[in-house]
C-alpha cells in the first residue's frame, strides 16, 4: 500500500555503497532497502550527508533518488536528498524528488548563511521551492552552533508554503525540538538525526522521527514499538543495551560512517565497506573495537523480531 504521508518513527538513511574502485555499487544498494524495510523501518532518505553525498556526482545523486524511489515502491514513505549550496541545483534535485513521487525531499541550509539576516536564507529557499509542490524539510544542521534561530524560522514559515518541517541537528539538539513544536504546533514535521544517541529524550520531546542510518535499523524499530505502544521503561532497557554501539560510532562523521559500512559489509548486505575521499583508516586499536562492538550489536539483533509498523 503506498503512503504519501510524512513518517513518524524512523526513517534512516541509506548509505552510498562502493565497490573498491570507487564505483556505485548499485545492487548494494537495493540489498540496504530491502534489509531496511524488512527491519521494520517507517521510512526512507536518501542520498544524507552520511550517504557520502559531497562525494557523488549531480549524475550518481539522481540516479539514487531514482532507483531509490522505484525500488521503494511506495511501501513506506520515501524522503530524497536534495541539499545543495548551489539553489539552482537544489531545485533540480527537488524536482527529481518530485518526478519520482517521493514523500518529500530535504535540503540543508547552506553553512555559510549561517549567520546571515534572515531575508537571506529565505531568498535561498524561496528559489529552492519554485514551482515544486513537493514538501519540503529544512535540515538545520550546524556541528558546534544553535542554528537557525526561531525569527528566521517563522520567516520561512511564513514565505515557504510547502515547508514541512525542520530536521534539527544542532547544539543542543533536545531544546531546540521542544523550542519549535512549541512555536509551530503539532503538524510541524521535526526530525532529529546526529543527536540519536539521546534518543530516549527526543521521544520525550515529542519528536516525530530519527533519521540515523540503516545499519541498526532492528534496534530503532525494536526500541520505537515499546515507546510508542507505550511502553517506556521497556524502551529505555532497550536503548540502553544499544547505548555502546551509539557511543562508539557517533564519535565522528566519517569514524560513524566507516562503521556502519563495516557492519554492513560483516552481515553481507555489501560486498565493500569502501568510501570515497576522504575516507577513513582503522588503526589496529579501533578496529579491534569496532570488531568487538559488531560482535556486540549482532548478539542484540539476533533476539529482534522486525516490529510491525
Same mark, same amino acid.
Given at each position: 500500500m503506498k503512503t504519501n504521508r510524512l513518517p513518524r518513527g524512523f526513517v534512516p538513511l541509506l548509505e552510498t555503497p562502493f565497490f573498491e574502485d570507487g564505483s556505485i555499487d548499485y545492487d548494494g544498494l537495493l540489498a540496504l532497502i530491502e534489509d531496511t524495510i524488512a527491519g521494520g523501518t517507517n521510512g526512507l532518505t536518501a542520498p544524507l550527508v552520511a550517504s557520502e553525498v559531497h562525494a557523488l556526482t549531480k549524475e550518481e545523486r539522481q540516479q539514487i533518488?531514482?532507483?531509490a524511489a522505484a525500488a521503494i515502491g511506495g511501501r513506506v514513505p520515501f524522503i530524497a536528498g536534495a541539499s545543495s549550496d548551489d539553489p539552482d541545483l537544489a531545485r533540480h534535485f527537488a524536482r527529481i524528488a518530485a518526478d519520482t513521487g517521493a514523500t518529500a525531499y530535504i535540503v540543508a541550509v547552506p553553512p555559510a *548563511?549561517? #549567520?546571515h539576516p534572515a531575508q537571506d536564507v529565505v531568498t535561498f529557499f524561496q528559489s529552492v521551492v519554485d514551482g515544486i509542490e513537493t514538501p519540503l524539510i529544512i535540515q538545520d544542521l550546524q556541528w558546534n552552533g544553535p542554528g537557525l534561530d526561531l525569527t528566521t524560522i517563522k520567516r520561512l514559515r511564513d514565505a515557504l508554503p510547502t515547508l514541512a518541517g525542520l530536521k534539527i541537528e544542532t547544539v543542543p539538539a533536545g531544546p531546540k525540538y521542544t523550542t519549535v513544536r512549541n512555536a509551530f #504546533?503539532?503538524?510541524?514535521?521535526i526530525s532529529g #538525526?546526529? $543527536?540519536v544517541p539521546q534518543l530516549i529524550e527526543a521521544l520525550d520531546r515529542g519528536v516525530d522521527a530519527m533519521i540515523p542510518e540503516s545499519a541498526l535499523v532492528r534496534g530503532f524499530a525494536t526500541i520505537y514499538k515499546a515507546y510508542s505502544g507505550g511502553d517506556r521503561s521497556e524502551a529505555v532497557r *532497550?536503548?540502553?543495551e544499544l547505548a555502546p554501539v551509539l557511543m562508539f560510532s557517533n564519535q565522528e562523521l566519517y569514524h560513524s560512517i $566507516?562503521?556502519?559500512k563495516r557492519l554492513m $559489509?560483516?552481515?553481507g548486505l555489501l560486498k565493500s565497506a569502501a568510501m570515497r575521499a576522504p575516507g577513513y583508516s582503522w588503526d589496529r586499536f579501533s578496529a579491534t573495537v569496532a570488531d568487538e562492538v559488531i560482535d556486540y550489536y549482532l548478539s542484540l539483533e539476533a533476539?529482534? $523480531?522486525a516490529p510491525e509498523r
Open positions: 533518488i531514482t532507483i *548563511l549561517y #549567520g #504546533g503539532p503538524d510541524f514535521f #538525526g546526529w $543527536a *532497550l536503548f540502553r $566507516a562503521f556502519f $559489509a560483516r552481515k533476539r529482534y $523480531a
